[in-house]
C-alpha cells in the first residue's frame, strides 16, 4: 500500500470492499440498483482514503436520493412497499416511526403538518404524537430546503479547527443566507451541532453523505461536484 497526497491507492486487505461493507445501503437489498460509487459518491475531499475503511458513518445511506416530490403519494407503490419492509423490523407500528418519516421526507423534501398527518393516520397513532417527535429530531426537515441540505458542524471539535470559516464559505459560495434556499433552489446551508464525526473536522453532512476534513478553500469543489 502506498500513499500520495494524503490518499490511499489501494485498500489493505483487512478492510471491506464497498460491497461487503454491511453499512453500505446495496446490501440492505433497499436499493439494489444503486452502485458503490452512487451511494459512496466517486470524489472524496480531505485525507481519508478513497477505498473506505474510514471509521465513520461515510456514505452508508444513499446519496442520490430520487427527485423531491412536495406532492408526491406517500404511502402508494414502492414508498408503500418499502414502509411493508420497515414494518416488518419493528414490534409494533409506533416503533416504525422513524424510518416512516424518513420515507415521507425522502419524497417531499420536508415534513409538512399535513406530512406528519398523513403518517400518523398510516400507522394509526396520534398527530400529536407523531409531530412531537418529528419536531423532536433534527434531521427532519419541518419546512422546505434545496437540492441539497448543506449541515455544517460548528460544535466544539470542529469550531476549534475552523468550521465557522467552513459555514461562510458555503453560504459564501451558494450565495445564500443561513436556512435559505439559493436562488436556483439547489442548496439549503445550517448549521448543525456535533455530527458525530469529531475526529475528522471540519464535518460537513451534504443531504445523506458525509463529507470531514473539509477545509474553506475546499468548498467550491465540493459544490462543483455537486452539479
Ligand atoms: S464537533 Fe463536529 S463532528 Fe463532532
Given at each position: 500500500m502506498t500513499q500520495h497526497g494524503g490518499k490511499l491507492d489501494s485498500p489493505p486487505s483487512s478492510w471491506p470492499s464497498a460491497q461487503q461493507n454491511?453499512?453500505?445501503?446495496?446490501d440492505t437489498g433497499e436499493?439494489?440498483?444503486?452502485t458503490a460509487d452512487d451511494v459512496r459518491g466517486i470524489t472524496y475531499v480531505g485525507?481519508?482514503?478513497?477505498h473506505g475503511g474510514h471509521?465513520?458513518?461515510?456514505?452508508?445511506?444513499?446519496?442520490?436520493?430520487?427527485?423531491?416530490?412536495?406532492?408526491?403519494?406517500?404511502?402508494?407503490g414502492e414508498y408503500e412497499e418499502r414502509l411493508q419492509k420497515v414494518l416488518t423490523r419493528y414490534p409494533d407500528r409506533q416503533a416504525a416511526l422513524l424510518p416512516a418519516l424518513h420515507l415521507a421526507q425522502e419524497l417531499r423534501g420536508h415534513l409538512s403538518p399535513e406530512s406528519m398527518d398523513e403518517v400518523a393516520a398510516r400507522l394509526q397513532l396520534a398527530p400529536a404524537y407523531v409531530r412531537g417527535v418529528a419536531s423532536f429530531y433534527?434531521?427532519?426537515?419541518?419546512g422546505p430546503v434545496g437540492k441539497y441540505l448543506v449541515q455544517v458542524c460548528t460544535n466544539i471539535s470542529c469550531n476549534l479547527c475552523g468550521g465557522d470559516a467552513v459555514l461562510e464559505a458555503f453560504l459564501e459560495h451558494t450565495g445564500t443566507e443561513m436556512g435559505e434556499i439559493s436562488a436556483d433552489g439547489r442548496f439549503t446551508v445550517i448549521e448543525a451541532e456535533?455530527?458525530?464525526?469529531?475526529?475528522?473536522?471540519?464535518a460537513v453532512q451534504i443531504n445523506e453523505r458525509f463529507y470531514e476534513n473539509i477545509r474553506p478553500e475546499e468548498v467550491p469543489a465540493v459544490l462543483e461536484a455537486l452539479k
Open positions: 454491511p453499512g453500505f445501503a446495496g436499493f439494489p440498483a444503486l485525507t481519508r482514503p478513497e471509521p465513520s458513518v461515510a456514505g452508508t445511506m444513499p446519496y442520490q436520493v430520487p427527485p423531491k416530490q412536495p406532492e408526491g403519494p406517500i404511502f402508494t433534527t434531521m427532519y426537515n419541518l456535533c455530527l458525530g464525526a469529531c475526529g475528522f473536522p471540519t
